[in-house]
């Protein structure tokens, strides 16, 4: 959440960015908290000197007391003061809520940095790195290989469930919890503590992530329990320090999580309906960072060094694509996009997003330290990426080492885990 004394004190700012991002159509949310908030200034000024005749008629009717004078009008006239500013503090919380929900439309105030354009197809590369495959045959898509070996099972998980899933078996299964505890062991090893996150979680963990109220369609909702299956490890591990003042001197502070994530993908219906690609359940392996404002910027590029280890690794190709404002997510300041090549569609699909989210959840979820320098109370930044999503990793193996002969091979790093 943006702070609304910044957005009242920065309307261009804010709305150069909303610009930037293709959202004029919230320019009259940014001029809505303004009107709101010099409502609540008018009021609150109202409400003060209230409370200031009510100070000095005090003192007056302590000082008739004690000249046994007559008070009963001054204390009359304060019984109606009193009920004035009780309907002041009530209008007060009724512009307070009003100013609540206007902040949590904005999206997050993106970087300078951030390329223009409103599209994916605007977005901006930046390297590549590894060499596309060249076969000798027509490449196969993941699902064809997969369901003729006998190890990706669409139609089995549509009778038990239904569209989007799938039954991993064999050796896909063995890939599938060799890639988790490939990708764990790799990033505990750089610094990165584990923990395990539950894949419940209530409205207040998502709302501090921004996933709520905006995107409540995009989630799978427990009704009797008014709980959210996690989209992602970033929900259940950002939250696990709200409300929190942290400890300045364990920042950066890293977690990495294995979860299965769920998505209901409201909207994209019709879109890579086949394979591994949009599933509503995937695993992921999330990499998640709590910082000091001015470690952010640094910290990010070091995330995204570790997302790309474990690509270069299993020795995938794959670009790094910075995202232009109108891809930017809601809640993210800055965006970069890991992309595996995919032999069979003869393009790069997203594999990992890593994001600076600035103060803007830390606001939400209410996660601050105390600056040592200063000794004030600040919101840490927070930072998020995938590390990577496993099921598109399973994805790219099968496609980029198929043979000709309609298997495999397994990248030479995943021997030691898939032979236990």
Known sequence: MLDPKFVVSNLDVVKTSLKKRGKENLHPTVDRISELDGSRKQVLQAVEALKNRKNVASQEIAKKKKNKEDDSELIEEMKKVSGQIRLLDEKLSEIQAKLEACSLELPNLLDSSVPEGLGSNQNVEIRKWGKLPNFPFEAKSHYELGEKLGILDFKKAGEVTGARFVFLKG????????????????????????????????????????????????????????????????????????????????????????????????????????????????????????????QSVSELEKLLADAEKILQLLKLPYRLVALCGGDVGFSAAKTYDLEVWSPFAKQYIEISSVSNFTDFQARRANIRYRDSSSGKMQFVHTLNGSGLAVGRTLMAIMENCQKADGTFEIPDVLSAYVNK
């Open 171 to 294: 050796m896909a299964a063995r890939l599938e919890r060799a890639l988790v505890q490939l990708m764990l062991d790799t990033h505990t090893s750089s610094g990165y503590e584990e923990i395990f996150p539950p894949y419940l979680v209530n409205r207040s963990s998502l709302k501090g992530t921004g996933h709520l109220p905006k995107f409540e369609e995009d989630l799978f909702k427990v009704e009797k329990f008014d709980y959210f299956l996690i989209p992602t490890a970033e929900v259940p591990i950002t939250s696990y320090h709200c409300n929190e003042a942290m400890d300045e001197r364990v920042l950066p502070k890293c977690y990495v999580a294995y979860s299965a994530c769920f998505r209901s993908e409201a909207g994209s219906y019709g879109k890579d309906t086949k394979g591994l690609k949009r599933q509503h359940q995937f695993n992921k392996v999330e990499l998640v960072k709590f910082t000091k404002p001015d």
